[in-house]
């Protein structure tokens, strides 16, 4: 059974950093995307950074420059840097992972909260 389990999140002041991990586990493949989303509340949904497997990046004009994503090809893990973060931020951060074969999965999220 795969399984994506985010860690990292928590409260930061304003200009701060923090850096999400997705580790992921149950595929026998590795991902050939890997991205995190967000949601505020009130909000929906919205894809914050994504890679895939040869390394190609997408990013929210919100985070560009401010954020960075990358991957563990090996563990199949993928990151997010977040710095200068912003208290339009906060929101729950989720990892999304698509393996070939086997579809889209989702972790149960991690919460970030940008103190003004």
């Known amino acids: 059974q795969v399984q994506l389990v985010e860690s990292g999140g928590g409260l930061v002041q304003a200009g701060g950093s923090l850096r999400l991990t997705c580790a992921t586990s149950?595929?026998?493949?590795?991902?050939?995307?890997m991205a995190w989303y967000r949601q505020a509340p009130g909000k929906q949904r919205e894809l914050v950074a994504s890679?895939?497997?040869?390394?190609?990046?997408n990013f929210a004009d919100s985070v560009k420059g401010r954020f960075t994503i990358s991957r563990d090809n090996a563990k199949n893990t993928v990151y997010l840097q977040m710095n200068s973060l912003k208290p339009e931020d906060t929101a729950e951060y989720y990892c999304?992972?698509?393996?070939?074969?086997?579809?889209?999965?989702w972790g149960k999220g991690t919460q970030v909260t940008v103190s003004s």
């Open positions: 149950g595929s026998p493949f590795r991902s050939n995307f």
């Open positions: 890679v895939t497997g040869g390394g190609s990046t």
């Open positions: 999304n992972a698509v393996f070939p074969g086997l579809g889209s999965y």
